[in-house]
């Protein structure tokens, strides 16, 4: 998990996540939070294995990008049991309201696909009008 903090301007996140992808990383995910003119920023990253580890990759952004960017970067690891969870399928549903037309459950489940994303199309009775 890489955070940094600092004086808000626009721009931020690019620039964190443009440093973190220039180092190798690939960003899992980020939140950013902010008062009055700071902000705070979490982004959960993926390392491939033979490169640098996350702290290596701070350490270097915070020396030769940190002056620049206004703010400095920290590198905290969290639990890989913790992460494998976080990573584990994740059961959602969508609600999918548009006009009937013939093939439309067709046309939705190969759109799924191409997102690597299993179907199942669930079928509820209309409620019986009064």
């Known amino acids: ?15 964190v ?7 190798g990383a690939s960003v899992a995910g ?3 939070v902010m008062l009055a003119d700071s902000f705070a920023v979490l982004v959960s990253v993926w390392v491939p294995p ?4 996350p ?9 030769t990008l940190a002056p620049a960017m206004g703010f400095s970067l920290t ?12 990573q584990a399928p994740v059961k959602r549903h969508l609600k999918l309201l548009c006009p ?17 994303l299993a179907a199942r199309v669930c079928r509820r009775p209309r409620p019986a009008s009064a």
């Open 1 to 15: 998990m890489i955070f940094a903090m600092g004086t808000h301007r626009p721009g931020v996140v690019r620039d």
């Open 17 to 23: 996540t443009a440093a973190l992808l220039d180092e």
């Open 30 to 32: 980020s939140r950013k």
């Open 50 to 53: 033979e490169s640098k580890t």
């Open 55 to 63: 702290e290596e990759m701070v350490t270097h952004i915070n020396e």
């Open 75 to 86: 590198a905290h690891m969290i639990d890989q049991a913790v992460a494998k969870a976080a």
């Open 100 to 116: 009937q037309r013939p093939g439309i459950i067709k046309a939705i489940s190969e759109l799924l696909k191409v997102g690597s």
